[in-house]
């Protein structure tokens, strides 16, 4: 059976006193729609941990920067549904930008310090967007556990901070990011690349793990690590490198030495598709997660 889909505030509001009226625990996954494999598995995540689970599915507008690719992300609502349902979900919440945001929005979340680095300079305003988005959704849905995947890293250390910083009562999870046989973690925006883009694609996830291997053989010089990996991105035929970066996993400032846990984070163009991908690198090796 396909789970419903709600496109008021209020339709979502009536679901989730009803499944609280049960009994039930609220679990949550925001996506913006496109949905593959990566958010089948947080779907899948929450219905193992919640009783009743909602996806939002919202090109957020206001984590788009005026060049970035609002008006042409992809819009699947119809097989949105279908994997949201296949993957245990019981509402998928579609909004329309005037729900989300009514006339005269004036208010703001932003998270400091935490995007000083990687996407935040590279696409100014768009923490901003997504904390705005995020909380919003937090308080429409009011769920007990909210599920975001690791490939955005800094994405979720900033929502971690800010359900911290605001005492947010939503416990936030981290997923693995999960990848294609070749290693290309699943994005929403894989489907921009033409064949050939696509086969080249890959090999962001193997310089990513060459950046474990020369840190397990000893190097800890953060310098030397980036410069090595941005050399290797850009050696792919037709990738530009946005950044490839080093950086303290919790605090995400940049170190000189390797001598914490540590994410590795870079963002590639492959032709005009910006793709991110990132390993963490601990005192016990590599792992896939930034919690
Ligand atoms: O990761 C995403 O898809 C978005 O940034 C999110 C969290 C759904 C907010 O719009």
């Known amino acids: 059976m396909l789970a419903p889909i709600a496109t008021t505030v209020a339709e979502v509001r009536e679901a989730v006193a009803a499944a609280r009226r049960a009994g039930k625990s609220v679990g949550f996954v925001p996506t913006m729609g496109a949905l593959h494999e990566g958010h089948a598995s947080l779907v899948r995540?929450?219905?193992?941990?919640?009783?009743?689970v909602v996806v939002s599915v919202f090109v957020n507008p206001t984590q788009f920067g005026p060049n970035e690719d609002f008006a042409k992300y992809p819009r699947t609502l119809e097989s949105d549904q279908k994997l949201c349902s296949e993957s245990g979900a019981h509402l998928v919440f579609a909004p329309t930008a005037a729900e989300m945001y009514p006339e005269r929005s004036v208010t703001f979340v932003e998270v400091k310090e935490l995007d000083a680095e990687l996407d935040g300079p590279a696409r100014p305003g768009h923490f901003r967007g997504v904390c705005t988005v995020v909380l919003k959704l937090f308080n429409i849905v009011l769920p007990d556990v909210s599920h975001f995947g690791a490939k955005d890293a800094q994405q979720a250390r900033i929502i971690r901070q800010m359900v911290r910083d605001l005492n947010v009562p939503v416990v936030v999870r981290v997923e693995p990011t999960v990848r294609e046989a070749?290693?290309?973690?699943?994005?929403?925006?894989?489907?921009?690349?033409?064949?050939?883009?696509?086969?080249?694609?890959?090999?962001?996830?193997?310089?990513?793990?060459?950046a474990q291997a020369r840190a397990a053989a000893g190097e800890v010089d953060v310098a030397r690590l980036e410069s090595a990996l941005a050399a290797e991105l850009a050696a792919i035929p037709g990738a530009r490198v946005d950044?490839?970066?080093?950086?303290?996993?919790?605090?995400?400032?940049?170190?000189?030495?390797?001598?914490?846990?540590?994410?590795?984070?870079?963002?590639?163009?492959?032709?005009?598709?910006?793709?991110?991908?990132?390993?963490?690198?601990?005192?016990?090796?590599?792992?896939?997660a930034v919690s």
Do not use: H
């Open 45 to 52: 995540a929450a219905a193992a941990t919640s009783q009743f």
């Open 182 to 210: 070749d290693g290309l973690a699943m994005s929403s925006r894989n489907r921009y690349l033409s064949p050939a883009e696509r086969a080249l694609a890959p090999a962001i996830y193997r310089a990513l793990q060459n």
């Open 243 to 288: 950044y490839a970066r080093v950086l303290d996993a919790s605090t995400l400032q940049p170190l000189a030495r390797l001598d914490r846990e540590v994410l590795v984070a870079v963002a590639v163009f492959i032709g005009t598709t910006r793709l991110i991908d990132n390993i963490v690198i601990g005192e016990r090796g590599i792992r896939n």
